[in-house]
């Protein structure tokens, strides 16, 4: 086959307008023998080095080093040319015409024939963006003018300029058109021709090769490929109907080009191309001139470094270590050698890498931070481990006393950006970017690009539209797709592809119902595709010139943004810095201010030994509900059982509490409680993990390890934990036999063996540092997170008024964690006031030994308005009636909204009248201050002041107040929380003795992407609880009109949402009834961007007497699993993590363990309190199946 170059192609980053995947697109190519092939994505440059590294990869192998393939030169296997399909409006800064209709653009194909082709698109791409963005970012023959030099220009589509002229018989202005663009390309513009079997095409071509022969202008044949194969026409439409929100049964019309009338946009072979343009050689030709044209590389690694300028014209090098030996002479009581010699070599480091401005230019910002109060935190990621950071200020922890290490951070064997992420109070982080654009020069810093993409559950909700399937069809089959394996796709779950994440329902489903394998099938295909750009939460980037000379931006509301995700633009050399929001800082700030206020007392956290034992006997007691990093259950119970008693246990706690090494806790705790039990492999481990009881739980062990035992070096080192993190097989066993026995290439390395180690011990310690390394954690970034748990710890354990009224304040949008705290409060025994006219302030203030509440935490109440009232009150003395409120406060911040609310929240409480008479007068009261005030500002009298009398005081109707029920319901309404009372508080203690309560989805976490994962529970397990209906609605199905039930449950904590099914709908309606006590029995549905369901199996009102309605229960734990026998006494052992869990929650309910094998049952000797923690522990190391809870009246 001959070769053929593709010139207009869109990826999947034209957005939802491109269905060709870039890591499918160069197969496809080399398989069509085409040496080349180019990338013209609709007015954005989104996927240039995504477009590169695919074809290096594809050249080299996945996940190749595409800054070492560029350096090398190397050849590529097909060679990518990048350009861009520009929208070239008459005027690109005028937004309208005269009729008031969005002005007319055309199309024009712009490829980069080199370095200054390349920096001219990023121009162009950007002030399309920057000056011309309207609905579309545009461009003019003006600006390209000014940026052409380097580029190619292909004259488009149908809806390029010429064929436009074309189509409208105006033969003049197209040949006026092709020669400006003659003119200002040279031999490098070319008229294009396309036949996708169009009719508007079958004109125009005629007319361009007619064009191309009178005006000497070349022709170029290319398909307007927007899908890879013909086959993916659909997959095009489908895109396309989700983009417009249609559907391809009731989508408009192709003619109007928003959609394709034809299947011929793929892309085509050379034999295909050949059949349309046969007849004219030449544009096939051209094709292959073009790419011999082109040929530019991305440059990685550019010096664009900011320059950071030091005071008094000193050299950086000499200022930073200036700083540096400041800072330790400062910090050290004594400056050994040992901090001496690591501070030298941090300092040699950094120099001699170039990153010497880099640490300056974070200094002077966090610097410049704590000048203004602007709280910072005291480090994050693996830059904790260095010394030069700590002496500086950068970051806060010793990195010595924790044996943190510098190359972890930096290392000149493995040459990356070093990367200080720094966290500031969430209130004031804008200030400090607002301060770097400053410093820097906005045109030299801009926020960073991320992209949404099309998620497996949004991509078959999407399809089903598209396909107008009804929604509960689509509710069906996402319903089935939980908490899955990140590593699974769709096709995964239904057993096309790894049958490890097989979804047994799901692929019945598949297998059965055409209409789900339909929607399936698409999905699939569409699946993890860009939808939308969007902004880095954190992310900024700092360049030492204009950003838009280096990097195509663009516009994402009103911000300003790379084309290039956070990683590509710092591979290309910009500096990346992440600021980012932390709330506990801001938690931390304001309850030191606080303390100070109310006490008198100064705390400075970074003046202070972290080791007081009552801190860690209130961690070691499970007390850190608002501690950081240690408030969720899991947590909770982990401490409890662990008791640290330094700072080392509280990293380690942080490094273990997560999925991967959850597994070794026992162990470790073990280790702490029973030091003869920790055994080591070999006598050189013991300096490494003796501070960890033999567990390896830090990648700086790791580290330490393969440097210790075979002679690496730490940078060499590093470089073994990233490999060894990713498992590859190959490179693991050749790295295995340089750990065993040295590296001949490097004499340093000596090998394990040689150091003494016996080969068995060696290989055996391989494999498990092996096992370790894929879940071992940063102890630089725990570290830093443990002095924030400890500072939260200890404002907790000396101060907890104070702590927990800023923690209250810094939440008080979000009822739920206002609920959770003053639950807290309650809970701990201490007082929470309700809201008062006469003492409530703006926010949750202290007031003695009890937390008031604010009225900013009332609904409909604006800050302006508390302030006008609070500044009344504050310069004419508290209120002493309704009516006295009323008549002082200035009317204009008074609105009946904010009275109604006022007064249903109890503020008014204190004049010792009804809510019910406040509600029925206060509009009355509102209306005559209004009246009064007019009458006063013209100088009417009223009768009053004629009578010199003055106005009434307060007078209400005799009326009842509402009944407790609607009292409460009302101040739930307002305040999101119940203050007064709480309408369950009569069946307190038997509520609690349930196993599960909302409570249980409090305690959450994050993965890597952001998605939730519930600690305590997991998806179908059984769930018994018992609350207060509320909410209660039928549901009518749209599949099959069914009756389905839906309510909330109240309990102590906060609300359930309760889903009965229509098969069990008839059965249990009749007990569905609003303001009634009941127990629920369910399953728990917990899917992944969903909010948690009981789906009820059923529903049990409780007795009239609500007190023994729950006290004759009788509880037993069922428990499934091997039971081996001893084969001396032949009686059951249970292993002893089980055991330890059971000793650690004593109480009254039965354990019967059911052999998996025999499934003979034992009943244990001893029983338990089944709780949330209870259950969390046991499925650290049981699978929720074989986990039972069964409740039985007596």
Not at 98 to 119: D, I, R
Not at 377 to 396: D, F, L, N, Q
Not at 886 to 914: H, M, P, Q, T
Not at 1156 to 1180: D, F, H, I, S, W
């Amino acid at each position: 086959m001959k070769p053929f170059v593709h010139l207009h192609l869109h990826t999947e980053y034209s957005l939802l307008d491109g269905a060709i995947r870039l890591d499918e697109l160069f197969q496809r190519c080399y398989e069509l023998n085409m040496p080349a092939v180019a990338m013209t994505d609709h007015g954005n440059m989104f996927a240039a080095c995504k477009f590169d590294a695919a074809a290096v990869n594809f050249t080299e192998g996945d996940s190749s080093d595409v800054e070492a393939f560029h350096k090398a030169n190397k050849k590529y296997k097909v060679k990518p040319i990048l350009g861009c399909e520009f929208y070239v409006a008459e005027n690109m800064h005028i937004k309208e015409t005269k009729s008031g209709k969005m002005p007319k653009f055309n199309h024009l194909v712009l490829l980069a024939k080199n370095n200054v082709g390349y920096s001219n698109l990023v121009k162009l791409n950007s002030l399309a963006y920057a000056e011309g963005l309207y609905y579309k970012p545009r461009i003019d023959h003006k600006l390209l003018k000014d940026h052409c030099d380097g580029l190619v220009a292909l004259s488009a589509c149908i809806a390029g300029a010429i064929p436009q002229a074309i189509l409208e018989g105006d033969l003049e202005k197209a040949q006026k058109i092709a020669l400006m663009y003659k003119d200002m390309f040279g031999d490098d513009f070319y008229l294009e021709l396309q036949n996708h079997f169009i009719d508007k095409q079958a004109i125009v071509n005629p007319q361009l090769i007619e064009l191309g022969r009178k005006l000497n202008i070349k022709l170029v044949a290319t398909n307007d490929c927007h899908y890879l194969r013909k086959e993916d026409a659909e997959m095009q439409s489908v895109l396309q109907c989700i983009a417009f929100r249609e559907t391809l049964n009731n989508r408009s019309s192709a003619e109007d080009g928003d959609y394709f009338p034809t299947s011929e946009f793929y892309l085509k072979s050379y034999d295909e191309m050949h059949k349309l343009f046969g007849h004219i050689e030449e544009a096939l030709e051209n094709t292959l001139e073009i790419a011999e044209k082109c040929d530019m590389r991305l440059s990685y690694r550019k010096e664009l470094l900011p320059n950071y300028i030091p005071p008094d014209k000193k050299e950086p090098y000499e200022y930073l270590r200036e700083l540096t030996y400041e800072g330790i002479n400062k910090k050290y009581k004594e400056v050994t050698q040992e901090i001496i010699d690591r501070a030298e070599y941090e300092l040699d480091v950094i120099n001699r890498l170039g990153f010497v401005e880099y640490y300056l230019i974070v200094w002077d910002f966090i610097n410049y931070a704590e000048k203004q109060g602007i709280p910072v935190g005291p480090g994050r990621g693996s830059g904790v481990g260095s010394i030069v950071a700590y002496a500086t200020g950068i970051t806060k922890v010793e990195p010595l006393k924790y044996g943190l290490l510098f190359e972890r951070f930096l290392n000149e064997e493995r040459v990356s950006m070093p990367d200080f992420d720094v966290d500031f109070c969430f209130e004031r982080r804008g200030e400090v970017i607002d301060y770097v654009v400053r410093k820097y020069g906005a045109r030299n810093v801009s926020q960073i690009i991320t992209f949404g993409t099309l998620a497996m559950k949004a991509a078959i909700k999407d399809v089903a539209r598209v396909y107008g399937e009804p929604y509960s069809l689509a509710d069906r089959i996402t319903k089935l797709i939980g908490m899955i394996d990140k590593k699974a796709k769709l096709i995964d779950l239904v057993g096309r592809g790894n049958n490890d994440f097989v979804i047994p329902e799901l692929k019945a489903m598949y297998d059965n119902e055409p209409a789900v394998q339909r929607i399936i099938d698409m999905a699939t295909r569409i699946e993890g595709m860009p939808r939308q750009t969007g902004m880095h939460a954190a992310g900024v980037v700092i360049c030492k010139d204009v950003i838009s000379d280096h990097v195509p931006l663009q516009m994402s509301g009103t911000d300003i943004t790379t084309q290039f995700d956070m990683l590509e633009v710092e591979k290309l050399g910009l500096l990346k810095m992440d600021f980012l929001g932390l709330r506990t800082l801001t938690d931390i700030s304001k309850a030191v201010e606080l303390v100070k206020q109310t006490k008198g007392i100064d705390i400075d956290f970074y003046d202070m030994e972290y080791d007081d034992p009552n801190v860690y006997k209130l961690i070691g007691e499970g007390d850190t509900h608002a501690v950081f990093q240690l408030e969720g259950e899991g947590m909770k119970n982990f401490m409890r059982h662990l008791k640290p008693t330094c700072l080392e246990d509280v990293i380690a706690g942080i490094s273990i509490f997560r999925p991967g090494p959850m597994k070794f806790k026992d162990q470790y705790i073990e280790g702490k409680n029973n030091p003869e039990s920790v055994k080591y492999d070999h006598p050189l481990l013991e300096s490494i993990l003796k501070v960890t009881y033999g567990v390896i739980v830090y990648q700086e062990q790791v580290m330490q390890i393969v440097r210790k035992l075979a002679g690496y070096s730490l940078g060499r080192a590093d470089i073994v934990r990233r490999m060894m993190s990713k498992k590859k097989e190959s490179e693991m066993k050749k790295e295995q036999k340089i750990f065993l026995y040295g590296d001949p290439n490097d004499p340093s390395i000596t090998g394990a063996v040689k150091n003494g180690v016996p080969e068995d011990v060696a290989i055996n310690i391989f494999n498990k540092i092996l096992d370790f390394a894929a879940y071992a954690f940063n102890k630089s970034h725990a570290a830093a997170y443990a002095y924030l748990a400890y500072q939260t710890a200890y404002l907790k354990c000396y101060h907890k008024i104070e702590y927990i009224t800023a923690v209250l304040n810094n939440r008080i949008t979000n009822i739920d964690e206002i609920r959770n705290y003053l639950l807290y409060l309650k809970e701990s025994g201490i007082d929470v006031l309700p809201p008062d006219i006469n003492h409530s302030q703006v926010m949750f203030s202290v007031e003695g030994g009890a937390v008031r509440i604010g009225l900013a935490a009332i609904k409909n109440v604006g800050v302006k308005a508390i302030e006008s009232i609070i500044n009344e009150r504050e310069q004419n003395g508290k209120f002493v009636s309704f009516n006295d409120f009323i008549k002082r406060v200035d009317s204009s911040a008074l609105n009946k909204k904010l009275l109604e609310s006022l007064i249903l929240a109890g503020a008014f409480d204190c004049f010792k009248a009804y809510r019910s008479q406040l509600m029925s007068v206060y509009e009355s009261l509102v209306d005559r201050a209004s009246q009064e005030k007019m009458m006063k500002e013209t100088g009417q009298m009223s009768l009053f002041d004629m009578m010199g009398q003055s106005a009434p005081s307060d007078e209400f109707p005799n009326i009842d107040e509402y009944s407790l029920k609607d009292k409460l319901a009302k101040e739930k309404e307002v305040l999101g929380v119940y203050v007064t009372a709480h309408p369950l508080d009569e069946y307190r203690e038997k509520l609690s003795a349930f196993g599960f309560s909302s409570r249980a989805l409090e305690d959450t976490t994050l993965d890597e992407e952001g998605n939730i994962h519930y600690v305590a529970v997991t998806d179908r397990m059984k769930v018994e609880c018992g609350g207060l209906i509320v909410d209660a609605r039928k549901i009518i199905t749209k599949r099959n009109n069914q009756e389905m039930g839906a309510f909330k449950l109240e309990d102590l904590y906060g609300t359930l949402d309760i889903m009965v099914g229509s098969r069990n709908y008839q059965q249990l309606k009749s007990r569905i009834i609003p303001d009634t006590v009941v127990t629920v029995k369910g399953s728990l549905s917990v899917r992944e961007g969903e909010t948690p369901v009981i789906w009820a199996d059923d529903i049990i009102p409780w007795t009239e007497d609500p007190h023994t309605a729950q006290a004759n229960v009788l509880k037993k734990l069922y428990l499934r699993m091997d039971v081996p026998i001893n084969p001396q006494t032949k009686e059951p052992e249970f292993p002893d993590k089980l055991m330890n869990i059971i000793y650690a929650h004593m109480g009254a309910s039965p354990i019967i363990v059911m052999d998996a094998k025999t499934r003979k049952t034992y009943q244990l000797p001893v029983t338990v309190n089944v709780e949330n923690g209870l259950l969390v522990e046991l499925l650290a190391v049981l699978p929720s199946e074989d986990i039972r809870l069964v409740t039985k009246n007596l």
